[in-house]
């Protein structure tokens, strides 16, 4: 028989994210304070730091896209992204200063040989055809990328400037290092500087960062949204049919962590288009398992698809004595009830090893699914029949013509059994 999992009725009211009578949410107020930091052209160093995962460059250039898309919303006329994985020395990261450095109306797009090409124009307009050719002929031509650079570095000026993955640097460069120059080009050059990191995972170079922090970060935000927050940045404030779904899961798992779901996401497009002329059980139950299994899968949690897949098979009907459960398997089972996943089928299976495999066996998951839309089907069929009887046997006011009219319905839903 097919099942009938949902998740619990607290999902309708949590549905309405972003009602403008709602009570501001931790991640609504640091939005507003990003916005008011794009808006301003006030020299000021803003960190945004959390853990792993929650999404903290991902809304970043949510906000910065929101407030490029309002009148003012960013007061200064350029920026530039800059991710330290890998870095190791500062003239790399000044380097990559002036590469990535676009125009306001850019923002949103790669930097590109166009961009680094107008950048470069705009320096030689800047201090003169004559004396940047002067400066690269008394480099020497080995030196002529060096002269380019250490020039170049010297028109960054009064514009938007975010570093991220600070805990992702290369080894040699310092952090103390890091930190003098957001100071310098605060100070000196009279940018707007935003720093990105988690500093659980600096190591040995947190007692550092703490040292300069003070002096260095004028607001320093803690991004740790919760998972009604994280679905919201993610799908969007309003996401509709399968995306609405994979939300409302998200919410009753409890999953917080963006780039999850953003997997997860990823998981339920390549699957929806394949079962979007079955029965809608069909798709609300894959969604459900791509959210259970892609979150285990992606958080490592093996032991919680092994415990499904041992306790949970169609031939048990429930977890039998749960005193002999260990307290890992209590803890599964106690995620699972509130989750409202009670049992395994051959979709489920054939799901999980998509999400393992990093790709989907279609054939397989379409006979899979077509087996359960049969099942649906035929219940629904089986309901309309005691529906339409009970309706005959329970009113005296039924005549006959009603009768062979709800008769004839059934008759055409009732699916054509093969043998």
Sequence with gaps: MPRHRYADSRITQLSGLGNVDEKPTATDLLKREVLRFLASDKPEVLCIRGKWGVGKSYS?????????????????????????????SLDQLKNALFENTVNREDIGTEPSLDTLSANTEAVVKQIGRKSFAAALEAAGFKSAAQALQSISYLSVSKQLICIDDLERKGKDLRVQDVMGLISYLRERRKCKMVLILNEDELGTEREAFEKYQEKVIDVSLLFAPNEEDSVKIALGEKPVGALATLAEFCISLGVSNIRIIKKIERLVLQVEPLLKDMHEAVLRQSIQTLTLFGWAHYSKLDSLIEYCRQKLGAQFFGVGDEDKLTEDE?????????????????????????????????????????????????????????????RYHDSFDLDDQEVVQCGATIKVRIPRQSG
């Design 330 to 390: 209590k803890k599964w089972q106690g995620i699972l009830d509130a989750y409202v996943f009670t049992n395994i089928d051959d979709l489920d299976l054939t799901l999980l090893d998509g999400i393992r495999a990093g790709f989907f066996d279609e054939e397989r998951l379409v006979r899979r699914a077509k087996e359960l839309d049969q099942q649906h089907k035929t219940l629904t069929s089986q309901r309309d029949i005691e529906a339409a009887w009970r």
């Design 60 to 88: 970043w250039e949510a906000f910065l896209a929101q407030a490029k898309a309002t009148k003012g919303g960013i007061a200064l006329g350029k920026y530039a992204y800059i991710p330290l994985f890998g870095v190791q």
